[in-house]
Structure formats: C-alpha cells, structure tokens
C-alpha cells in the first residue's frame, strides 16, 4: 500500500520570501507524485507532476519540486510568494499502470504574512 | 469547456436520511472518481466508475455507492447518514489512457445534522 506524510500542517512566511513544503511518501512500487492546490471553497488544481524523466519538476504558478527517490521525497518550493499562494496544499501519489486512484497526504496550510 | 461540475454546491442533511450527488464530467472524460474531504484532511478515495461500472473502491462501507450513465456523469448515493458523513465531497475526471491528468470539480459541501 502506498501513502504521504506532509511533514507541516501549516508553514507561515512572509510575503516574497522563499517557501518549501514538505512531502514523503512511502511505496514498494514505483510511483507517480503530485501537489494539488486547493483555495479557499475551491476543488483541487494541478500544480504539478512527476511522471519519470528529470527529477526537477516545474509547475504553474512558479511552483517548482523535486523527486528524491533515495529519500522517497517530493518537496514543493517557490523562490518567492505573494499573498494569492495561500491555500492548502496537498502532496499525492498514484501507482502507475494500474489506476488513476489518488492516495492525498493530510495537506499543508500556507499563510503568506503580509 | 465547463470542466468538472457538481451539484449541489452545498447541502443539509438529518441523520439517517438519504443523499445523491451529481457529477457531470470535463468533456471527452470517461472516468469518475469521487473523494471524500473531512475538515482538516486530504481527500480519501472512495470509488471509480469507468464504462458504466464500479472499477475500484476505497476503505468505505456500503452505505456508499455510485452509478454511471452512459453520458459518463455519474452520481454518489448515501444511506442512513450518520454526523461522521459532514464533508467536502469531490469528483474528479480524467480520460481514456494511463496516468491522464484528473480533473476536479469544486465539490459538494455535505453537512449533517
């Protein structure tokens, strides 16, 4: 079986400073990994994915991750957020070749102070 | 393209009463997949409709069930509701293929009284 941990539940920062949003997973199979944004009274948006291919995976909104598999880590980064980033964010993953069942970690809070 | 919709967007229920959500796919989508969000938590997989049937379910009893229609849109059906019910429900499309993006709608907020 296959499951996320999302290290923090809720990160604060200041506006334009740097961000990282922590993400582990844990599977004996090969995996596909995502982060999923979810605004105030809103479903949830693609940010970005991870399918193969190059370990640094950018996304939209200048979201960018990085696939680590020796340390099963998929961390979330932005070098510099505005107020719009806050929203919870959650880390997910999928098996690949068998289902699009999305297992979702418990999400992470964003707060941009001003 | 209107995306992923739900219906309703929000909805009251009394414990034990009966409830059916809508779902209507992104177009060209031929896969749902319904979630369910508690306050506070990821959302838990509960089941996947492909082709008119059931294709997987999640840890979920069987006051949960679905259907599909051959337009693709399906629907969430509970019975006998209980207060652990109250949640964001959400359904996601995605299309023919592996690994296609899934699609959100904005959910339906279910609360239980």
């Known amino acids: 079986a296959q499951s996320v941990t999302q290290l923090d539940s809720q990160v604060p920062v200041f506006e334009e400073a740097p961000v990282e949003l922590r993400c582990n997973y844990s599977?004996?199979?090969?995996?596909?990994l995502f982060w999923y944004v979810q605004y105030p009274n809103q479903g949830l948006q693609l940010l970005l994915k991870y399918l193969s291919g190059s370990t640094l995976v950018k996304g939209i909104n200048g979201f960018e991750a990085e696939f680590n598999k020796s340390q099963t880590s998929f961390h979330l980064r932005k070098p510099s957020v505005h107020i719009s980033d806050t929203a919870e964010y959650f880390c997910a993953v999928s098996v690949p070749n068998r289902d699009d069942k999305i297992i979702f970690g418990k999400g992470t809070r964003l707060h941009i102070l001003p | 393209d209107a995306g992923v919709t739900q219906s309703p967007t929000h909805l009251i229920k009394t414990r034990g009463q009966q409830v059916t959500l809508r779902c209507s796919p992104k177009s060209g989508h031929d896969t749902v997949s319904w979630y369910q969000q508690a306050l506070g938590q990821g959302p838990q997989f509960i089941f996947q409709y492909y082709e008119e049937e059931e294709r997987q379910r999640g840890n979920f009893p069987d006051r949960f069930s679905g259907h599909q229609f051959p337009n693709y849109s399906s629907e969430l059906n509970v019975n006998a509701l209980l207060l652990g019910d109250s949640a964001l429900y959400l359904c996601?499309?995605?299309?023919?293929?592996?690994?296609?993006?899934?699609?959100f709608g904005q959910g339906t907020r279910l609360t239980v009284v």
């Open positions: 996601a499309s995605s299309g023919l293929g592996i690994n296609t993006e899934a699609f």
């Open positions: 599977s004996s199979v090969s995996v596909y």
